[in-house]
Antibody, heavy 119, light 111 residues
C-alpha cells in the first residue's frame, strides 16, 4: 500500500515562500510523475505541476515564474517551493501519484495540507 | 475559463441514475485526450473513479461508469446512494498549455 503525506507550515506571510514536502511510503519515488494539486477553499482542483526521478518536469503556466519542484531520493520525498505568495495561494495542497507510465489519472493522493497566506 | 466544462450541480433520489457531463473547449479540437473522473467526498481527498474515459480502478463499484463521444465525456452513476453525495471532477490534458486540467466540478446532491 502506497501512502503520501504532505507536510509544511500552515501559515505563510504574503510575499514569502511557501515550502511543502510530500513523503512517499510503500513505494519507491522512482518511475512516477509526482504531482502537486491544490484546492482553494470552496473551489475546484487546480493542477500545479509534476516532477519525475529522471528530472523531467512540467509546470502549470500560471505558476511557472514562481514555482520550483524538487526531489530528495534519499528520503523518498518530493517538494514544492512557491515564491511571492499572496492570499490567492491560500488552499489545500495535495500531493498525488498518477498511474504508472502516465502523468495523470491520479490514483494515490495524500490527505492534503491546508496553507493560509496571511500577515 | 476551464478547458473542461461541467454542470455546477446535479441531483437525484436514492436508487435513481444521474449523468454528469464534461465538455472540452475548442482549444483541444483535433485531438482526443483521455478523460478521468474523480469523486471528492466532504472533507476528503479526491479519489480516482474512472480512468481513460471508461475504465474503473479496482474497488470502484460498477454503479459508476464513464463514456466518451467526440469532445464530451460523461460519468453515469446508477442506483444512487446517500453516500455518493459529494463533488465530481473530470480531468484531461490541455494541449495549448501542456497542462493537466480539471473541470470546475459538479456537486451531486442525493435528495
Amino acid at each position: 500500500q502506497v501512502y503520501l503525506q504532505e507536510s509544511g507550515p500552515g501559515v505563510v506571510k504574503p510575499s514569502e515562500t511557501l515550502s511543502l514536502s510530500c513523503t512517499v511510503s510503500g513505494d519507491s519515488i522512482g518511475t512516477y510523475f509526482w504531482t502537486w494539486i491544490r484546492q482553494p477553499p470552496g473551489k475546484g482542483l487546480e493542477w500545479i505541476g509534476y516532477m519525475s526521478q529522471s528530472g523531467s518536469y512540467m509546470y502549470n503556466p500560471s505558476f511557472r515564474s514562481r514555482l520550483t519542484l524538487s526531489m530528495d531520493r534519499s528520503n523518498n520525498q518530493f517538494s514544492l517551493r512557491l515564491k511571492s505568495v499572496t492570499a490567492a495561494d491560500t488552499a489545500m495542497y495535495f500531493c498525488a501519484r498518477p498511474q504508472a507510465g502516465r502523468a495523470d489519472a491520479f490514483d494515490v493522493w495524500g490527505q492534503g495540507t491546508m496553507v493560509t497566506v496571511t500577515s | 475559463q476551464s478547458v473542461l466544462t461541467q454542470p455546477p450541480s446535479v441531483s437525484g433520489a436514492p436508487g435513481q441514475r444521474v449523468i454528469i457531463s464534461c465538455t472540452e473547449s475548442s482549444s483541444n479540437v483535433g485531438a482526443t485526450y483521455d478523460v478521468h473522473w474523480y469523486q471528492q467526498l466532504p472533507e476528503r481527498a479526491p479519489k480516482l473513479l474512472i480512468y481513460s474515459n471508461r475504465n474503473r480502478p479496482s474497488g470502484v463499484p460498477d454503479r459508476f461508469s464513464g463514456s466518451r463521444s467526440g469532445t464530451s465525456a460523461s460519468l453515469t452513476i446508477t442506483a444512487l446512494l446517500p453516500e455518493d453525495e459529494g463533488d465530481y471532477y473530470c480531468q484531461s490534458y490541455d494541449s495549448s498549455t501542456e497542462s493537466r486540467v480539471f473541470g470546475g466540478g459538479t456537486r451531486l446532491t442525493v435528495l
